[in-house]
T-cell receptor, first 114, second 112 residues
Framework: DARVTQTPRDKVTEMGQEVTMRCQPI?????VFWYRQTMMQGLELLAY????????DSGMPKDRFSAEMPDATLATLKIQPSEPRDSAVYFC????????????FGPGTRLLVL | DQQVKQNSPSLSVQEGRISILNCDYT??????FLWYKKYPAEGPTFLIS?????DKNEDGRFTVFLNKSAKHLSLHIVPSQPGDSAVYFC???????????FGKGTLLTVNP
């Protein structure tokens, strides 16, 4: 049963601390997406990778957020320093890269910054 | 500027009846539409999609209708079941092959 996994599932931290979220895409998928869900904005695309290369990170606050794919089985999203307004659920999704493909979502990381 | 709008935050229906979830879009570049379902504490899961060259797509109890001239699509669930209770997101591709634009979702509650 192939699925996207994310860790941690929940994270509570204090303002100013670094937060690292991890994602393992479905084996064989070559596109990875990071989304943020908030009550006000809904689901927003933060970053998009194809074959581990970042192709679009225009949705990400550049000064504090960074996204990487150290290898094909791991994507990371870091926030440094974290702020209360970063509190949200962060989803990772992966796809086959065939264009207009179905994106398969992980269970999300619920982040609370105090 | 919200390009995909789901104007009903919530909908409640009786088991066995039809559920109709609506979605409007403003960007005429959108050409492929998807519905996702989301249970609490889980990620969204793909439900059904439709290309702009069609006006209807059916999959079991789920049917999506697309009215391009009105820039409107709807998801029909017949018959509705309690297990269908979830948040439903409308999403659209257009202008690029990877960027999905989501609506804010509609919470469907199916009462036994």
């Amino acid at each position: 049963d192939a699925r996207v996994t994310q860790t941690p599932r929940d994270k509570v931290t204090e303002m100013g601390q670094e937060v690292t979220m991890r994602c393992q895409p479905i084996l064989g998928h070559n596109t990875v997406f990071w989304y943020r869900q908030t009550m006000m904005q809904g689901l927003e695309l933060l970053a998009y990778f194809r074959n581990r290369a970042p192709l679009d990170d225009s949705g990400m606050p550049k000064d504090r957020f960074s996204a990487e794919m150290p290898d094909a089985t791991l994507a990371t999203l870091k926030i440094q320093p974290s702020e209360p307004r970063d509190s949200a659920v962060y989803f990772c999704a992966s796809g086959t890269g065939t264009g207009q493909e179905t994106q398969y979502f992980g269970p999300g990381t619920r982040l609370l910054v105090l | 500027d919200q390009q995909v709008k789901q104007n009903s935050p919530s909908l409640s229906v009786q088991e066995g009846r039809i559920s109709i979830l609506n979605c409007d879009y403003t960007n005429s570049m959108f050409d492929y539409f998807l519905w996702y379902k989301k249970y609490p504490a889980e990620g969204p899961t793909f439900l059904i999609s439709i290309s702009s060259i069609k006006d209807k797509n059916e999959d079991g109890r789920f049917t999506v209708f697309l009215n391009k001239s009105a820039k409107h699509l709807s998801l029909h669930i017949v018959p509705s079941q309690p297990g269908d209770s979830a948040v439903y997101f409308c999403a659209a591709f257009g202008g690029s092959n990877y960027k999905l634009t989501f609506g804010k979702g509609t919470l469907l509650t199916v009462n036994p």
